[in-house]
């Protein structure tokens, strides 16, 4: 009944239109998700450059116990950020869905998943995810790992309520997020390959003090996942 009632509030408050056409019915239609730009040069997200299979290059293997960070898309198209922007500020969760459909169809692609694959994401603070109702990483996430029929697990907890990471400079980042993440669960196979999920990655450092302390776990296969790569 709840869930309800915020669909019907939602859609008051923003009402189903393309936010590419206008065209009623969904915030994006079919047409206009076959339109978005799939990245076609693979790069090292931490450095970008040139890399295989967004495999973290050689120069910043030391600084990272990602072994790859898939980018979806660029940021700079207009209907990625209105798709990140109207989750994140504008609440309106069925977009994590859209999200979810359009990175399961660049994994499936450039075929980088494999049936062994566990599915995580980057957790929020409670009381940062009570202030907006959803962690949107985690919706991205579940509907992902069900649209691709892949295990999903809350593998990590959020220890600290740290800033937001929007207005602060790249070493800023890095501090900000230190000892922010605990693992809560370990009972995965070592060998696992672990895919850790968010929105948008700037510097790469949320992503990486995530990997940094599953590493510490013994978990060595760890990737992730972002929709868009934001340069600022």
Known sequence: MWQKIKEFIS????????????QEGSYLC????TKIEFN???YCPLC???????????????KTALRAVFVVSN???QTIEQLVHNLKYRYVEDLAIIIAQLMADFMVKNRFLNEESVITCVPLHKK??????????????KHFSQIMDLEYKELLIRTRNTLSQTQLKRKE???????????????????KTIIIIDDVLTTGSTLNECAQVLAQQDYN????????????
């Open 30 to 33: 079919l047409v206009c998700q």
């Open 11 to 22: 859609d008051l408050v923003f009402p189903k239109r393309c936010l590419k056409c206008d």
């Open 173 to 191: 980042r890095q501090e900000n997020v230190k000892m922010a993440f605990k693992v809560i669960e370990n009972n995965l196979a070592k060998n």
């Open 40 to 42: 076609q040069k693979a």
């Open 128 to 141: 940062r995810q009570a202030e907006r109702g959803f962690n949107q990483s985690q919706l991205i996430a």
């Open 75 to 77: 940021y700079n198209q």
């Open 48 to 62: 970008k450059q040139t890399s295989s299979n967004y495999n973290i290059c050689n120069n910043c293997q030391t």
């Open 221 to 232: 296969n760890i990737y992730g996942l972002v929709l868009a790569q934001n340069d600022h």
